[in-house]
T-cell receptor, first 115, second 110 residues
Framework: GAVVSQHPSWVICKSGTSVKIECRSL??????MFWYRQFPKQSLMLMAT?????????EQGVEKDKFLINHASLTLSTLTVTSAHPEDSSFYICSARASPQLELFFGEGSRLTVL | DAKTTQPPSMDCAEGRAANLPCNHSTISGNEYVYWYRQIHSQGPQYIIHGLKNNETNEMASLIITEDRKSSTLILPHATLRDTAVYYCIVRPAAGGKLIFGQGTELSVKP
């Protein structure tokens, strides 16, 4: 299947700093990308949907000013966790789709630890 | 909210078939059943999907009941590497986002 890559795989940062996570589709053009968050022992929770060239659509309860999503090209979406706090520590996963195909391909995930 | 119900955990002996059930009693006519799995600390991996006919690929088989209110994912010869959380997801035919439920944690034991 198609390849979606995330970077970094893991990151540790101090409270109050901002962290950027990249999601790249390596061998296809991703018209839509999705960002998920997963806490330990829990399922994936959808945070937002981003379409290339337009503003992201956030799920209810997700702060758009805290989790900035940019999808400026067909192969790259970024999630920036602004002013990170320990409660933002989580596993962040992206997935990508190439319209009109329906298949969603997932990245390997990025583990964020905020000290 | 997820539209599926799965048992929280199951065990399976290595080499035996693993049968993972999923209830989706409110599924509508244009919705597909998708299965993904997530091995610890990795991103989800696509397994199989279907609408109403049974499906088979190199990884698994998907059996959907005639009324489409439930389905079963079958791993014909489970290996230790199949230990993972398996998610059954109902998704509109037009595509769009995947909403994950709690899934079934499958433990394959030697």
């Amino acid at each position: 299947g198609a390849v979606v890559s995330q970077h970094p795989s893991w990151v540790i940062c101090k409270s109050g700093t901002s962290v950027k996570i990249e999601c790249r589709s390596l061998d296809f053009q991703a018209t839509t990308m999705f960002w998920y968050r997963q806490f330990p022992k829990q399922s994936l929770m959808l945070m937002a949907t981003s379409n290339e060239g337009s503003k992201a659509t956030y799920e209810q309860g997700v702060e758009k000013d805290k989790f900035l999503i940019n999808h400026a090209s067909l192969t790259l979406s970024t999630l920036t966790v602004t002013s990170a706090h320990p409660e933002d520590s989580s596993f962040y996963i992206c997935s990508a789709r190439a319209s009109p195909q329906l298949e969603l391909f997932f990245g390997e995930g990025s583990r964020l630890t905020v000290l | 909210d997820a539209k599926t119900t799965q048992p929280p955990s199951m065990d399976c002996a290595e080499g035996r078939a693993a049968n993972l059930p999923c209830n989706h009693s409110t599924i509508s006519g244009n919705e597909y059943v998708y299965w993904y799995r997530q091995i610890h600390s990795q991103g989800p991996q696509y397994i199989i999907h279907g609408l109403k006919n049974n499906e088979t690929n190199e990884m698994a088989s998907l059996i959907i009941t005639e009324d489409r209110k439930s389905s079963t994912l079958i791993l014909p010869h489970a290996t230790l590497r199949d230990t993972a959380v398996y998610y059954c997801i109902v998704r509109p035919a037009a595509g769009g986002k995947l909403i994950f439920g709690q899934g079934t944690e499958l433990s394959v034991k030697p």
